[in-house]
Nanobody, 127 residues
Framework: QVQLVESGGGSVQAGGSLRLSCAASGYSFSMYCMGWFRQAPGKEREGVAAIDSIGRTSYADSVKGRFTISQDNAKNTLYLQMNSLKPEDTAMYYC?????????????????????WGQGTQVTVSS
């Protein structure tokens, strides 16, 4: 059974950094398409970044140059390094996985593509 567990969220002042982690179990990590999504109260879930099994990445325009998605296949862990955080980055962040290859630019925009989700980790950025 596939399980995804996020960690690393918290409260930070604008301009600060956080690193989110997503520990995966129950499958071969390197065979999957992975992504980070976020959802703020009253808003739709938004694709932040995605990565495929060979490391191709895609980012939302709002986070390009500030966030970096990466994965450690040996540790079965997905990361999201978030720098220069802004108050508008405040949201619940979710890790997602799907057991098939993907076009990362498309997958990032389609939360319905992903079949497995973590429980989320809250990120709050104060001004």
């Amino acid at each position: 059974q596939v399980q995804l567990v996020e960690s690393g969220g918290g409260s930070v002042q604008a301009g600060g950094s956080l690193r989110l982690s997503c520990a995966a179990s129950g499958y071969s990590f390197s065979m999957y398409c992975m992504g980070w999504f976020r959802q703020a109260p009253g808003k739709e879930r938004e694709g932040v970044a995605a990565i495929d099994s060979i490391g191709r990445t895609s980012y939302a325009d709002s986070v390009k140059g500030r966030f970096t998605i990466s994965q450690d296949n040996a540790k079965n862990t997905l990361y999201l390094q978030m720098n220069s955080l802004k108050p508008e980055d405040t949201a619940m962040y979710y890790c997602a996985a799907e057991a098939r290859s993907c076009y990362v630019d498309l997958a990032r925009k389609l939360p319905g593509f992903f079949g497995y989700w973590g429980q989320g980790t809250q990120v709050t950025v104060s001004s």
